[in-house]
């Protein structure tokens, strides 16, 4: 089981931006894809991108253009930026693998994007 701890949501303005990070001290996240997720009220979990160990990334569409992943992996940490948000992005972000590892889900970090 590998613990994974998101950290830097909060309540931003339309148009705003945010960082994201997830952190592990598990070194097994230097050779695994990860990615981000989140979850709205009453809809399924999503995939909002993903990264290889490699540094190459995928984006869902809705967030293409965006949102952008990297990660430091000597420091076993995964960023997501979020630039240009919309009220659509209000979620509860997650890290995990890629594809998800039932085990790791964390607490999650809320965002929310009001006026």
């Known amino acids: 089981q590998v613990q994974l701890v998101e950290s830097g949501g909060g309540l931003v303005q339309p148009g705003g931006s945010l960082r994201l990070s997830c952190s592990t001290s598990?070194?097994?996240?230097?050779?695994?894809?990860m990615g981000w997720y989140r979850q709205a009220p009453g809809k399924q979990r999503e995939l909002v991108g993903r990264?290889?160990?490699?540094?190459?990334?995928t984006y869902a569409d809705s967030v293409k253009g965006r949102f952008t992943i990297s990660r430091d992996n000597a420091k076993r940490v995964l960023y997501l930026q979020m630039n240009s948000l919309k009220p659509e992005d209000t979620a509860a972000y997650y890290c995990?693998?890629?594809?998800?590892?039932?085990?790791?889900w964390g607490q999650g970090t809320q965002v929310t994007v009001s006026s």
């Open positions: 598990r070194s097994i996240f230097s050779i695994y894809t």
């Open positions: 995990n693998f890629a594809p998800p590892s039932p085990e790791s």
């Open positions: 990264i290889t160990v490699g540094g190459t990334t």
